[in-house]
């Protein structure tokens, strides 16, 4: 099965992520659904220490002048697209460069990286 159609899922009451489930049905998804959890979508693609890329997941690129820089990663379910929702205005990526970010976090565990902008 393609990584594209892996999830994971994070408890908000106990703080755990439910990591790298291949999902072969749906049974899970409404599962965790029903328990509350927070539902993410594997991309599909890695960074470039080679570890998958998730909604929700932050990660770092070097910027203008070797600043680090966080953002977040979201999914488009419709159409299967990837942005980052809170790239300032004027910044744009390739996320066919994936091998050019690094996931650093993700916004349940790891919130103040996004506080640096």
Not at 37 to 65: A, F, H, M, P, S
Not at 69 to 82: D, I, K, P, Q, W
Request: glycine share 10%; proline share 3%.
């Amino acid at each position: 099965m393609n990584d594209r159609f892996r999830f994971r899922a994070f408890d908000e009451g106990t703080k755990t992520y439910f990591d790298n489930a291949m999902i072969e049905t749906l049974a899970p998804i409404s599962t965790w659904l029903k328990n509350g959890w927070i539902v993410e979508q594997c991309t599909g693609l890695k960074d470039k220490n080679g570890n998958l890329i998730y909604e929700n997941d932050i990660i770092e690129i070097i910027g203008n002048g070797g600043k680090k820089l966080h953002f977040r990663v979201a999914v488009f379910s419709r159409n299967g697209g990837y942005y980052f929702p809170d790239a300032p205005l004027g910044y744009s990526f390739d996320f066919l460069d994936s091998h050019l970010y690094e996931v650093v976090g993700n916004i349940h565990e790891n919130p103040e990286l996004l506080e640096d902008k």
